[in-house]
């Protein structure tokens, strides 16, 4: 659910509506707002659904919508923390450079999902075992997001639940019209607790909407039974 200012008015109808067609968590975009000066009122607005929610303030670096300063951003980020939703989505190269950030998420006792995303290519499976390795000292919740120029892409992020300790919560798919089959199957031949959708217009690369992935999962509940 991307926060956007002059809609801000509708946003409780629209997770509602996203509620009654049966998702089980929320993902809001704050990075998706112009305007910072009202965010406790937002945060208060939404409190109501925090418990299966995520933060996310993404910046422009890692294809978010957010192009204020790294310093801003950190101070927005410990706002979010402090709201205590389910998670708050941290990207792997901001806390791995900011030591005080991650002694605040630890202090405060912040469940975090720490999230990498490569808008370019799927690295290969040693590389990416390896990311997961590091990115598992702040987080059992890991998101790796990557590009699929081929389909062999697609097949390399799905192999990497085979891959991994168990006690790793992973999500991870591909962007793209190629990747668009490892975010249904990220769940169904992967482990991955969640995958996302979208209730308007896609904010990612291949990402489907609730009903389209609804329809999906359907099928397949349908073949298994």
Not at 3 to 14: C, N, P, V, W, Y
């Amino acid at each position: 659910v991307p926060l956007i200012d002059e809609e801000l008015a509708s946003i409780e109808d629209k997770v509602e509506q996203a509620l009654k067609e049966g998702i089980s968590f929320i993902e809001f975009r704050f990075d998706y707002l112009n305007n910072f000066e009202n965010i406790n009122e937002i945060l208060e607005r939404i409190s109501k659904y925090k418990k299966q929610s995520i933060y996310t303030l993404r910046p422009v670096t890692e294809g978010g919508k957010f192009g204020e300063s790294d310093t801003k951003r950190i101070i927005l980020l410990k706002e979010l923390a402090l709201a205590k939703p389910m998670l708050l989505d941290l990207e792997y190269n901001t806390i791995r450079t900011n030591d005080e950030l991650a002694d605040f998420i630890d202090n405060n006792e912040i469940r975090t999902l720490i999230s990498w995303h490569n808008f370019a290519i799927t690295p290969n499976e040693e590389n990416l075992v390896d990311l997961i390795d590091k990115m598992r000292v702040f987080s059992h919740f890991i998101k790796i997001v990557t590009t699929a120029n081929t389909m062999e892409d697609t097949i390399r992020i799905l192999k990497l639940y085979r891959l991994i300790d168990t006690s790793i919560n992973l999500i991870a798919f591909s962007m793209g019209e190629l990747g668009i089959l490892s975010r249904v199957l990220c769940n169904i031949i992967g482990d991955s607790p969640f995958t996302y959708a979208t209730i308007g217009n896609a904010i990612a690369p291949g990402q489907l909407t609730i009903n389209q992935m609804k329809s999906i999962y359907s099928l397949f509940h349908k073949k298994l039974i």
